[in-house]
T-cell receptor, first 112, second 114 residues
Protein backbone atom coordinates (compact mmCIF):
# COMPACT_ATOMS: atom_id res chain seq x y z
CA UNK A 1 0.00 0.00 0.00
CA UNK A 2 1.33 3.40 -0.98
CA UNK A 3 1.78 5.83 1.87
CA UNK A 4 -0.10 8.62 0.11
CA UNK A 5 -2.56 7.76 -2.64
CA UNK A 6 -4.14 9.98 -5.25
CA UNK A 7 -6.07 9.25 -8.41
CA UNK A 8 -3.76 10.21 -11.26
CA UNK A 9 -6.61 11.53 -13.39
CA UNK A 10 -6.95 13.45 -15.55
CA UNK A 11 -9.91 15.00 -13.80
CA UNK A 12 -11.81 17.14 -16.27
CA UNK A 13 -14.25 19.78 -15.08
CA UNK A 14 -15.98 22.59 -16.96
CA UNK A 15 -15.02 26.17 -16.23
CA UNK A 16 -16.95 27.51 -13.26
CA UNK A 17 -17.56 24.10 -11.71
CA UNK A 18 -16.20 22.74 -8.44
CA UNK A 19 -13.16 20.49 -8.74
CA UNK A 20 -12.76 17.91 -5.99
CA UNK A 21 -9.35 16.34 -5.48
CA UNK A 22 -8.89 13.51 -3.02
CA UNK A 23 -6.03 11.95 -1.12
CA UNK A 24 -5.75 9.10 1.36
CA UNK A 25 -2.79 8.29 3.58
CA UNK A 26 -1.70 5.24 5.50
CA UNK A 27 0.19 6.62 8.54
CA UNK A 28 -2.36 7.24 11.28
CA UNK A 29 -0.07 9.53 13.23
CA UNK A 30 0.29 11.99 10.33
CA UNK A 31 -0.19 15.50 11.56
CA UNK A 32 0.58 17.91 8.73
CA UNK A 33 -1.09 17.89 5.35
CA UNK A 34 -0.27 19.94 2.30
CA UNK A 35 -1.62 20.58 -1.17
CA UNK A 36 0.83 21.69 -3.84
CA UNK A 37 0.11 22.77 -7.39
CA UNK A 38 2.55 22.00 -10.18
CA UNK A 39 2.19 23.55 -13.60
CA UNK A 40 3.78 21.71 -16.49
CA UNK A 41 7.51 22.41 -16.57
CA UNK A 42 7.46 24.22 -13.24
CA UNK A 43 8.26 23.37 -9.65
CA UNK A 44 5.55 22.57 -7.11
CA UNK A 45 4.19 25.48 -5.11
CA UNK A 46 2.21 25.34 -1.89
CA UNK A 47 -1.50 26.08 -2.12
CA UNK A 48 -2.64 25.18 1.37
CA UNK A 49 -1.63 23.40 4.52
CA UNK A 50 -4.02 21.93 7.07
CA UNK A 51 -3.35 20.48 10.49
CA UNK A 52 -6.74 20.06 12.19
CA UNK A 53 -9.86 18.10 11.33
CA UNK A 54 -12.43 20.06 9.39
CA UNK A 55 -12.33 22.62 6.64
CA UNK A 56 -9.88 25.37 5.90
CA UNK A 57 -10.77 27.96 3.30
CA UNK A 58 -8.53 30.30 1.35
CA UNK A 59 -10.21 32.15 -1.47
CA UNK A 60 -11.54 29.64 -3.99
CA UNK A 61 -9.70 26.78 -2.29
CA UNK A 62 -10.96 24.66 0.60
CA UNK A 63 -8.95 21.90 2.19
CA UNK A 64 -10.83 19.25 4.14
CA UNK A 65 -9.22 16.88 6.63
CA UNK A 66 -10.70 13.80 8.24
CA UNK A 67 -8.08 12.07 10.34
CA UNK A 68 -10.39 9.25 11.40
CA UNK A 69 -10.86 8.28 7.77
CA UNK A 70 -7.27 9.21 6.87
CA UNK A 71 -8.56 11.37 4.10
CA UNK A 72 -7.73 14.87 2.90
CA UNK A 73 -9.31 16.69 0.00
CA UNK A 74 -9.02 19.93 -1.91
CA UNK A 75 -12.01 21.70 -3.39
CA UNK A 76 -11.58 24.37 -6.01
CA UNK A 77 -14.65 26.51 -6.51
CA UNK A 78 -15.37 28.40 -9.72
CA UNK A 79 -12.64 26.48 -11.51
CA UNK A 80 -10.69 28.45 -14.08
CA UNK A 81 -8.59 27.22 -17.02
CA UNK A 82 -5.59 28.63 -15.15
CA UNK A 83 -6.24 26.02 -12.44
CA UNK A 84 -5.28 23.30 -14.92
CA UNK A 85 -2.24 21.67 -13.33
CA UNK A 86 -1.18 18.64 -11.35
CA UNK A 87 -2.14 18.77 -7.68
CA UNK A 88 0.11 17.00 -5.22
CA UNK A 89 -0.97 15.87 -1.78
CA UNK A 90 1.76 15.65 0.87
CA UNK A 91 1.70 14.29 4.39
CA UNK A 92 4.04 14.52 7.36
CA UNK A 93 4.13 12.75 10.71
CA UNK A 94 4.89 14.80 13.83
CA UNK A 95 8.47 15.27 14.89
CA UNK A 96 11.41 17.14 13.48
CA UNK A 97 12.95 14.14 11.79
CA UNK A 98 9.85 12.91 10.00
CA UNK A 99 10.01 13.61 6.30
CA UNK A 100 7.21 14.78 4.05
CA UNK A 101 5.75 12.13 1.74
CA UNK A 102 4.11 13.07 -1.56
CA UNK A 103 1.41 11.38 -3.53
CA UNK A 104 1.86 10.99 -7.26
CA UNK A 105 -0.54 13.81 -8.03
CA UNK A 106 -3.85 14.32 -9.79
CA UNK A 107 -3.89 16.09 -13.12
CA UNK A 108 -6.74 18.59 -13.35
CA UNK A 109 -8.04 19.91 -16.64
CA UNK A 110 -10.50 22.80 -16.58
CA UNK A 111 -12.37 22.96 -19.87
CA UNK A 112 -13.33 26.48 -21.06
CA UNK B 1 18.50 34.40 -0.31
CA UNK B 2 14.86 34.86 -1.07
CA UNK B 3 14.25 31.30 -2.16
CA UNK B 4 15.81 27.96 -2.94
CA UNK B 5 18.29 28.11 -5.77
CA UNK B 6 19.71 25.30 -7.85
CA UNK B 7 22.54 25.10 -10.32
CA UNK B 8 23.03 24.43 -13.07
CA UNK B 9 19.54 25.00 -14.45
CA UNK B 10 20.28 22.67 -17.35
CA UNK B 11 22.94 20.02 -17.79
CA UNK B 12 23.66 17.89 -20.83
CA UNK B 13 26.18 15.13 -20.35
CA UNK B 14 27.37 12.00 -22.03
CA UNK B 15 26.59 8.56 -20.76
CA UNK B 16 29.22 7.42 -18.27
CA UNK B 17 30.20 10.89 -17.09
CA UNK B 18 29.76 12.09 -13.54
CA UNK B 19 27.58 15.11 -12.75
CA UNK B 20 27.22 17.27 -9.67
CA UNK B 21 24.07 19.23 -8.92
CA UNK B 22 23.93 22.00 -6.35
CA UNK B 23 21.16 23.25 -4.07
CA UNK B 24 21.20 26.39 -1.93
CA UNK B 25 18.34 26.20 0.57
CA UNK B 26 16.55 29.08 2.21
CA UNK B 27 18.73 30.44 4.98
CA UNK B 28 17.87 28.86 8.33
CA UNK B 29 15.95 25.93 6.90
CA UNK B 30 17.09 22.82 8.66
CA UNK B 31 15.51 20.28 6.32
CA UNK B 32 16.55 19.69 2.72
CA UNK B 33 15.11 17.21 0.24
CA UNK B 34 16.16 15.99 -3.19
CA UNK B 35 13.61 14.61 -5.62
CA UNK B 36 13.76 13.27 -9.15
CA UNK B 37 10.94 13.87 -11.57
CA UNK B 38 10.92 12.11 -14.90
CA UNK B 39 8.88 13.57 -17.71
CA UNK B 40 5.19 13.21 -16.98
CA UNK B 41 5.81 11.41 -13.70
CA UNK B 42 5.41 12.26 -10.02
CA UNK B 43 8.04 13.29 -7.52
CA UNK B 44 10.45 10.51 -6.63
CA UNK B 45 12.02 11.02 -3.21
CA UNK B 46 15.79 10.59 -3.21
CA UNK B 47 17.30 11.80 0.06
CA UNK B 48 16.41 13.92 3.10
CA UNK B 49 18.69 15.90 5.39
CA UNK B 50 17.46 17.21 8.74
CA UNK B 51 19.86 19.26 10.79
CA UNK B 52 22.78 17.24 12.06
CA UNK B 53 20.92 13.92 11.98
CA UNK B 54 21.99 11.11 9.71
CA UNK B 55 20.37 11.61 6.29
CA UNK B 56 17.51 9.43 5.11
CA UNK B 57 18.99 7.87 1.98
CA UNK B 58 16.17 5.38 1.45
CA UNK B 59 15.17 6.84 -1.91
CA UNK B 60 18.52 6.74 -3.65
CA UNK B 61 18.02 4.38 -6.63
CA UNK B 62 21.55 2.99 -6.79
CA UNK B 63 25.02 3.43 -5.40
CA UNK B 64 25.79 5.73 -8.30
CA UNK B 65 23.80 8.40 -6.48
CA UNK B 66 25.12 10.22 -3.44
CA UNK B 67 24.48 13.51 -1.71
CA UNK B 68 26.16 15.64 0.87
CA UNK B 69 25.16 18.60 2.95
CA UNK B 70 27.42 20.69 5.08
CA UNK B 71 25.58 21.73 8.23
CA UNK B 72 22.40 23.52 7.28
CA UNK B 73 23.73 25.00 4.08
CA UNK B 74 24.47 23.94 0.54
CA UNK B 75 23.85 20.40 -0.67
CA UNK B 76 25.28 18.62 -3.66
CA UNK B 77 23.81 15.61 -5.42
CA UNK B 78 26.33 13.56 -7.35
CA UNK B 79 25.48 11.02 -10.00
CA UNK B 80 28.37 8.86 -11.09
CA UNK B 81 28.61 7.04 -14.41
CA UNK B 82 25.39 8.59 -15.66
CA UNK B 83 22.92 6.50 -17.63
CA UNK B 84 20.22 7.63 -20.05
CA UNK B 85 17.54 6.69 -17.51
CA UNK B 86 18.99 9.33 -15.18
CA UNK B 87 17.58 12.01 -17.50
CA UNK B 88 15.05 13.93 -15.45
CA UNK B 89 14.47 17.12 -13.52
CA UNK B 90 16.15 17.07 -10.14
CA UNK B 91 14.33 19.19 -7.61
CA UNK B 92 15.55 20.41 -4.27
CA UNK B 93 13.30 21.67 -1.49
CA UNK B 94 13.94 23.06 1.96
CA UNK B 95 11.72 23.45 4.97
CA UNK B 96 11.61 24.54 8.59
CA UNK B 97 9.90 22.39 11.22
CA UNK B 98 8.63 25.50 12.97
CA UNK B 99 6.67 26.30 9.82
CA UNK B 100 4.97 22.92 9.94
CA UNK B 101 7.23 21.33 7.37
CA UNK B 102 6.06 23.39 4.40
CA UNK B 103 8.50 22.76 1.59
CA UNK B 104 9.83 25.43 -0.72
CA UNK B 105 11.08 24.13 -4.01
CA UNK B 106 13.91 25.34 -6.18
CA UNK B 107 13.53 25.68 -9.95
CA UNK B 108 15.19 22.35 -10.58
CA UNK B 109 18.07 21.11 -12.68
CA UNK B 110 17.12 19.54 -16.00
CA UNK B 111 19.55 16.73 -16.69
CA UNK B 112 19.84 15.13 -20.10
CA UNK B 113 22.13 12.15 -20.55
CA UNK B 114 22.98 11.44 -24.16
Amino acid sequence: QKEVEQNSGPLSVPEGAIASLNCTYSDRVSQSFFWYRQYSGKSPELIMSIYSNGDKEDGRFTAQLNKASQYVSLLIRDSQPSDSATYLCAVKAPGGYQKVTFGTGTKLQVIP
Amino acid sequence: GAGVSQSPSNKVTEKGKDVELRCDPISGHTALYWYRQRLGQGLEFLIYFQGNSAPDKSGLPSDRFSAERTGESVSTLTIQRTQQEDSAVYLCASSLEAQGGTQYFGPGTRLLVL
